[in-house]
């Protein structure tokens, strides 16, 4: 079946350090493929996605390039602030079938002063 | 435009009890998901419906959870009755219904078994 695997957390960082948080998938096809954040007492917000093999997704100083080689799509951002700090989801929708998403367990980002 | 509702945002109950969440997704999304999320882990999703009807419910435990879309925009996802292990916070989400489409979540109601 579907999984993704994202690298265990928390990741604690100081501000303005280079951020990467690994994520693996396996699925038959192209699936599509999704960055999730979660701060803290709230729901789940789309970061950024990506649909195609070599497409890259950014929004807010993040990006991810989708490797369909490597079965990654790894986020990275060059300056980590403070508000940053939540946890990420990696997640992926199948090709086809019933179109059913599946996340990661998530990544905890602590950013200090 | 206004997102996904959710209520109530907590819910505090008995084992062997019943609790039932409330969602209201986003105006002309079809697709809704309900997922549990248990703390430190990923969302898990429990059943997938298009319009009124379902598309996933592979994973829900279907001896106590039961859900519903009438009309295909309102749902609600229903325990009885309640295990310790059911404390989560139950997410809803919404999508439209094409390919590759991101899904719209919810605050989630966090539900604590005692």
């Known amino acids: 079946g579907n999984s993704v695997t994202q690298m265990e957390g928390p990741v604690t960082l100081s501000e303005e350090a280079f951020l990467t948080i690994n994520c693996t998938y396996t699925a038959t096809g192209y699936p599509s493929l999704f960055w999730y954040v979660q701060y803290p007492g709230e729901g789940l917000q789309l970061l950024l996605k990506a649909t195609k093999a070599d497409d890259k997704g950014s929004n807010k100083g993040f990006e991810a390039t989708y490797r369909k080689e490597t079965t990654s799509f790894h986020l990275e951002k060059g300056s980590v602030q403070v508000s940053d700090s939540a946890v990420y989801f990696c997640a992926l929708i199948p090709s086809g079938g019933s179109y059913i998403p599946t996340f990661g367990r998530g990544t905890s980002l602590i950013v200090h002063p | 435009e206004a997102g996904v509702a959710q209520s109530p945002r907590y819910k505090i109950i008995e084992k062997r009890q019943s609790v039932a969440f409330w969602c209201n997704p986003i105006?002309?999304?079809?697709?809704l998901y309900w997922y549990q999320q248990i703390l430190g882990q990923g969302p898990k999703l429990l059943i997938q419906f298009q319009n009124n009807g379902v598309v996933d419910d592979s994973q829900l435990p279907k001896d106590r959870f039961s859900a519903e879309r009438l009309k295909g925009v309102d749902s609600t996802l229903k325990i009885q009755p309640a295990k310790l292990e059911d404390s989560a916070v139950y997410l809803c989400?919404?999508?439209?219904?094409?390919?590759?489409?991101?899904?719209?979540f919810g605050q989630g109601t966090r539900l604590t078994v005692v």
């Open positions: 105006s002309g999304h079809a697709t």
């Open positions: 989400a919404s999508s439209r219904p094409l390919v590759n489409t991101e899904a719209f």
